[in-house]
């Protein structure tokens, strides 16, 4: 039975062309609101945000191996090696939660690291920024686009099947950029 629904193309099944910014929003909209600290959105890779991301004894018990700071240097996201000493590994990226902020320099290379980390036995991901629904959040969408082949708007029903999450207008029309390009590319 699962070999007859691999068989339909799923980017078809949904929408042929990628959802305006508008349409998108009435998704994001939809649904339950979670509003749990962190969420599990893909195997071994959580979302979260600032109160656990300063919580070393939380990431510990989660099992966390890898932390993606999407607020890298900005007001209590002041995240790095120091902190989380020598048994998690830490990169940054120090976005702005902001329509005009320019996020697409970040997608490729943060969705490379969470892929490199999950390739890693026994490896756990948290990206966070602030509240865990914007800045962190699309880096994951960006991650499942890339390296999961999901488009735009599955990649948003997934990680809402577990999370609440909302990225600003900008992020969503960089990830629609995303969603285009690597449509054309596959």
């Not at 893909?42 to 191996?65: C, E, H, Q």
Request: proline residues 4%; hydrophobic residues 40%; charged residues 20%.
């Amino acid at each position: 039975m699962q070999s007859t629904v691999s068989n339909v193309p799923e980017s078809n099944a949904v929408s042929p062309a990628t959802p305006s910014v508008k349409d998108l929003v009435k998704v994001l909209f939809g649904g339950k609101r979670f509003g749990n600290h962190v969420d599990e959105v893909w195997p071994n890779l959580f979302i979260g945000d600032m109160s656990v991301a300063n919580d070393r004894y939380s990431l510990w018990k989660l099992g966390i191996t890898h932390v993606l700071n999407a607020a890298h240097g900005k007001m209590h996201c002041q995240g790095s090696h120091d902190f989380y000493g020598s048994s998690v590994e830490y990169y940054g990226v120090p976005a702005d939660d902001s329509p005009s902020f320019d996020l697409s320099h970040y997608l490729f290379p943060s969705a490379e690291y969470i892929q490199s980390a999950l390739d890693t036995a026994g490896a756990r991901v948290f990206v966070h920024c602030a509240v865990g629904v914007s800045r962190s959040a699309s880096l994951v969408l960006a991650y499942l686009m890339i390296h999961q082949n999901y488009t735009l708007l599955e990649a948003i029903n997934k990680v809402k099947e577990h999370r609440w999450i909302f990225p600003n207008t900008g992020f969503l029309k960089q990830l629609r950029a995303l969603d285009m390009k690597t449509r054309k590319s596959s």
